[in-house]
């Protein structure tokens, strides 16, 4: 019945909305009935009547407002609510490790997701409620991506990484696009065993359609679909159905994510073209079961949704952080060039940055720390939900309560880091070195049972990179009408994903002897 109701008139809508107005009422009721004679929830900001904190949670950066509000009520865990959905969100670390680490059995489920499945997402890790099915997925996907054996990568992370830096020198008005490529390709080629060729190929506009519909779709779990399911039948018109209106507009994006590169996949190997890959080792176990018509509990669904969420999850992700490091390189000629002198000194100026260097460049590694401090790309993480009650500093917080870590918070608690909006990589280094002795940023890559399967993947692919950069390019405000470089002010966006927007920089090759080098490496990539 509900699938008619984009076609129905507004009296009749006016119908159904009453209805809703009745379902909240109930869903009022067993909030109370669930809390009644339990200690007391964590405070936060009075509920409004029937919305509860609906319209009091903005959709744009709504972790900045967080952390305000745990300043306000002088507490690190908030509790909001609305048509019956319970919401915590956590704004310190000691917190965040306390309930999703220590005690992470009773934090390892998600909400359900609805504004995703809207968009059509299929069985993808990232969203699954915790039960047999997670399990099978976390079993299969996360053996590849460990610290040991995610080094069966870095030949391919290293020659990506030539590659984009060639590729910014050569069309620097363009280095997004080779910033993007980096980012899709190692992923690309893990997932499906697929090149991508060059920066006119079609997969970087899938991808880059896919971290589109995700980096902007608002914070996870948090649109008035996943707060009150049944909205998600009202007619898209309604001015405030904007979030179904752009699940719906997005939903051919992650389709075609999810198909065409594994369509592709098999072609390669029914063509015996293929390279090894996450796709093709998945579907070897499967034809093999079905040969010995054996069951196949890891499905045909199931490795197309593992197989996209490598790419989905590791695509934007990587590709954002290496906007960020041409940004804060950008932005602090002084951290820039000292980190350029340190792979000088380490790498000298015959050869390019290999893997063996990596762990001899401490300064390089503390800016790509700092950066993660100080734009963590999911600022409230990927939500967990709570399996039990449970009871935190005397605070209630009930079964099925949607638990949002404040990381963006954590990383600029001014108690732990000095000047927290500064980039100073420094700041981690003992005080007897010139430094401040703060801890790495923690949270990132999320908490306990859930943590992010891609982190060590991520952090190899962005450590290369930047040591890659940093051997061969400068890179400068770009030059305005005078011909100077021009300093400005990026812009980002806060709807879902903290993202800096596309902005231009001026990227030169550091010299002659370095760009030969370049061209050379590549070169003698090619064929690998
Ligand atoms: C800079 C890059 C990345 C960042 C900042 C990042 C961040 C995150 C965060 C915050 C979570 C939520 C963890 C939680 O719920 O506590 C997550 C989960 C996840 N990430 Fe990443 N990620 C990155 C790269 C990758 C890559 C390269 C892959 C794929 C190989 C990947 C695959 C996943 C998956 C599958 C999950 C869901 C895990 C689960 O629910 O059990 N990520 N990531």
């Not at 809207?118 to 699954?128: C, K, Q, R, V, Y």
């Not at 996943?226 to 719906?248: G, I, N, V």
């Amino acid at each position: 019945m509900f699938q008619h109701l984009n076609s129905l008139n507004p009296s009749s809508t006016a119908v159904i909305l009453g209805l809703a107005v009745v379902i909240l009422l109930a869903a009022y009721r067993t909030l109370g009935a669930s809390t009644r004679g339990k200690p007391r929830l964590p405070p936060g900001p009075a509920p409004e009547l029937l919305l509860g904190h609906y319209r009091l949670v903005p959709e744009d950066a709504a972790f900045k407002q967080y952390a305000e509000w745990a300043k306000e009520y002088k507490s690190d865990v908030l509790f909001f609510h609305t048509f019956g959905t319970k919401w915590v969100v956590l704004n310190s670390l000691s917190a965040a490790t306390e309930l999703l680490e220590k005690r992470g059995s009773n934090y390892a489920d998600r909400p359900r997701f609805v504004m995703f499945e809207e968009m059509g997402w299929s069985p993808t890790l990232t969203w699954l409620r915790w039960g047999p099915k997670y399990h099978s997925h976390r079993k299969v996907l996360q053996p590849p991506f460990t610290k040991t054996r995610v080094h069966q990568y870095t030949a391919l992370q290293r020659k990506e990484a030539l590659r984009c830096c060639q590729g910014m020198i050569d069309n620097p008005d363009d280095w997004l696009n080779s910033a993007r490529q980096f980012a899709v390709a190692v992923v690309l080629k893990i997932s499906y065993g697929l090149d991508v060729d060059g920066p006119n190929s079609p997969w970087i506009q899938l991808a880059d359609d896919t971290a589109n519909a995700i980096g902007k779709s608002g914070a996870p779990a948090s649109s008035i679909m996943d707060r009150f399911p049944a909205t998600r039948y009202l007619p898209r018109w309604l001015p405030f159905m904007e979030r179904l209106r752009y699940a719906r507009t997005w939903r051919s994006a992650i389709e075609n994510l999810t198909k065409l590169p594994f369509e592709a996949a098999l072609k390669t190997m029914a063509s015996g073209t293929n390279s090894p890959s996450f796709v093709h080792s998945r579907m070897g176990i499967w034809n093999d079961n079905a040969h010995k018509g054996l069951p196949n509990d890891f499905g045909l669904d199931d490795i197309k949704g593992a197989a996209a969420t490598i790419v989905i999850a590791g695509n934007d992700t990587t590709a954002a952080s290496l906007m960020l490091l041409v940004l804060y390189l950008m932005q602090n000629p002084d951290a820039q060039r000292k980190a350029q002198r340190e792979v000088d000194g380490v790498v000298g100026k015959t050869r390019l940055p290999a893997w063996d260097d990596i762990p001899n460049l401490p300064y390089t590694n503390l800016i790509l720390q700092e950066t993660y401090r100080m734009n963590p790309l999911s600022p409230l993480g990927i939500p967990h939900a709570s399996v039990a009650d449970d009871v935190y500093n005397g605070m209630f917080i009930p079964k099925g309560t949607i638990v949002y870590p404040n990381i963006w918070a954590m990383c600029h608690d001014e108690a732990v880091y000095a000047d927290p909006f500064r980039f100073w990589p420094d700041r981690y280094r003992p005080k007897e070195e010139g430094g401040n002795g703060e801890p790495l940023p923690v949270g990132n890559f999320g908490f306990g049972r859930r943590i992010c399967i891609g982190r060590n993947l991520a952090e190899n692919s962005l450590l290369i990179v930047l040591a890659t950069m940093l051997a061969s390019v400068d890179i400068d405000w770009p030059q305005g009408p005078d011909g100077k470089p021009t300093p400005f002010e990026p812009e980002w966006s806060f709807r879902g994903q903290a993202i800096v927007l596309p902005f231009k920089a001026s990227i030169t090759s550091r010299s002659v002897e370095s760009k030969v080098l370049l061209d050379e490496e590549v070169q003698g990539c090619r064929g690998e």
